[in-house]
């Protein structure tokens, strides 16, 4: 393998024939190449996939209510279905072990004034489990707790960007801020990963809001976070459970699609994956066809070379030199150049998903790249096929006989 007469003569070779050589690295470097970046730009629609979730909980269902489209159990169609504490109360209690975390939703908007700043927000009435439903960061003091809900406490929790408004260079913890002619302390200030709308909510006691806007029990929507536990087929099979008890619960038709509406992750994972699924088995057939188109130029080359070398190789077998030996060495021609050409074709695909980089955001496609275990496998690949494209012309060389070859013109 490290002998240097072979290597001498290897490269010997390959400078006899730069042409054929460097089509065929050419055709594998290619091939390389596009198999990168096809591969780099699935996985950035992937990285944009994910990114959708960077602000929720990856195991979420979202319980929404509307107007019913049918008539059932003597009830007429278009009637608003109403979720109230009460079900919140159901769906909390009734799947022991399957619930991970839950939380109402009530939704208010107010203008809120501190001094003689003000600004109009959106106000999402939580319980304390909204946080880890949302990745809510605490920057400042803390989030809703149990007290504030059955203490219908004024106590609030503002978006960094509410604070950076209306307070400007103060500390927003542990002021008053008057929302609609009512105050309220502000308890914590939190971040958000969701981008600047999410930066710009105000978090109070859904208990609290019930009493001040209405003195109902009222729900807007149910959210929930189900046990990781779970496979995603079971996470789908709960959802649609709780879709079916919830119908059956509010008298809605099971086949009613705007009266209850139940909503989970798990759906819109298992969709996604399933066309990532397809899009990387298309990424596989054009990587292994140009692969392939490249194996075959490699073997083409190793043919001419071993056809213009015959005379060399029918005098090597007459002082001795053994089929193995001959074989060896048209490999580790083959191999150098499958190798060589192979990561050059590889770094180049790694240089152009740089420079793409998220310039491709609104396609889609974000932060696209390889990791390093795909280039692991490249490479025992890119070595594979090197010694497939090389082992044909490699037995042709070892079966040559010396008398045939000396005759050779």
């Not at 003000?118 to 149990?146: C, F, W």
């Not at 958000?192 to 729900?219: A, F, M, P, W």
């Amino acid at each position: 393998m490290f002998d240097r007469d072979r290597w001498s003569e290897i490269f010997e070779a390959i400078g006899k024939n730069k042409l054929r050589t460097f089509l065929s690295g050419f055709t594998v470097a290619l091939g390389i190449l596009i198999f990168t970046i096809l591969l780099g730009l699935g996985n950035g629609l992937l990285n944009s996939f994910l990114s959708s979730f960077v602000d929720d909980a990856q195991n979420g269902i979202f319980i929404r209510s509307g107007n019913t489209s049918k008539a059932y159990k003597g009830f007429q169609e278009n009637r608003k279905i109403q979720f109230k504490n009460e079900d919140l109360e159901f769906v909390k209690n009734n799947y022991p072990g399957q619930v991970e975390f839950i939380t109402p939703r009530v939704y208010r908007g107010g203008t809120a004034k501190y001094k003689k700043e003000s600004g109009t927000y959106n106000i999402r009435a939580v319980s304390p489990d909204h946080q880890y439903l949302e990745k809510t960061i605490m920057m400042k003091g803390r989030y809703l707790n149990q007290a504030d809900i059955n203490d219908r406490t004024k106590n609030i929790v503002i978006g960094r960007l509410v604070e950076k408004d209306l307070f400007k260079k103060e500390s927003a913890l542990g002021k008053m801020l008057d929302i609609d002619g009512i105050p309220y302390k502000i308890i914590g200030v939190f971040q958000d990963s969701g981008g600047d709308n999410e930066e710009r909510l105000i978090y109070i006691s859904y208990k609290t809001v019930q009493l001040l806007y209405g003195n109902n029990d009222h729900v807007n929507q149910i959210n929930l976070s189900y046990n990781m536990a779970m496979s995603t087929e079971q996470a789908i099979a709960f959802s649609k459970k709780i879709e079916e008890d919830l119908k059956e619960r509010l008298k809605v038709a099971p086949e009613d699609q705007s009266g209850v509406r139940v909503e989970s992750f798990a759906e819109d994972i298992k969709d996604t994956m399933v066309i990532l699924g397809g899009i990387y088995m298309i990424i596989f057939v054009i990587g292994i066809g140009t692969l392939i188109s490249g194996v075959i130029g490699i073997g083409n080359i190793m043919t001419f070379s071993v056809k213009e070398r015959t005379k060399e190789l029918g005098i090597r077998k007459a002082l001795g030199a053994s089929p193995r030996s001959i074989i060896a060495m048209v490999l580790q021609e083959s191999v150098l150049i499958t190798s060589i050409a192979g990561y050059l074709g590889l770094i180049l695909g790694i240089l152009v998903l740089k420079l793409i980089g998220n310039n491709l955001e609104k396609f889609f496609i974000l932060n696209p790249k390889v990791d390093t275990g795909v280039i692991m496998v490249a490479t025992m690949v890119l070595i594979f096929f090197g010694l497939l494209a090389g082992y044909i012309p490699a037995r042709r060389a070892a079966r040559i006989k010396p008398i045939i070859a000396l005759r050779d013109e």
